[in-house]
């Protein structure tokens, strides 16, 4: 139990980031490619943990199912930081919507879930990782923009 309790904490210091707002992109991109089940999640280094603990004389036993719930537990809480995020940046924009010289920036059709805006966002952030240092939320309305662009009237 006391080795469980360890490693927790080793979880809950390595995501430490997760607790507080999405500051930038980077964290953004982080967060989103959770969503779509690419996340970047080095296995090793909390195995590289738990084998120290053991080293150390720990006698209790930990499955590969635990870890890997643990890991997963992980992701899970980057995934919803993201979809929190982004529905956030939609209802703010439904309420009030973002615009520049008097037109709308942006028009997201109606039939994009949060899955597919999530993928979307990842896939632009990929190719303009040059953009991330910005925060969050102007990655997000740059990729958005580029994205879904308004019609012409």
Known sequence: MRFIIK??????????GLVHA???????????KAVEGIAQYKPEI???KARELAASGNKDDVTVGELNELLSSAEALRAAS?????SGFGG??????????????FCVPKEITINQMAAISVKWMLENEDKLQFKAYEVL????IANFPCPRT
Do not use: R, W, Y
């Open 7 to 16: 490693l927790l904490l080793c979880v809950g210091f390595a995501n430490v």
């Open 141 to 144: 309305a740059m990729s958005t």
């Open 92 to 105: 703010a924009n439904a309420l009030s919507p973002l615009k520049h010289k008097g037109k709308q920036m």
């Open 46 to 48: 909390i195995l590289g």
């Open 22 to 32: 999405i500051s930038d992109g980077h964290e953004l991109l982080e967060n989103c």
């Open 82 to 86: 993201c979809v929190g995020f982004l």
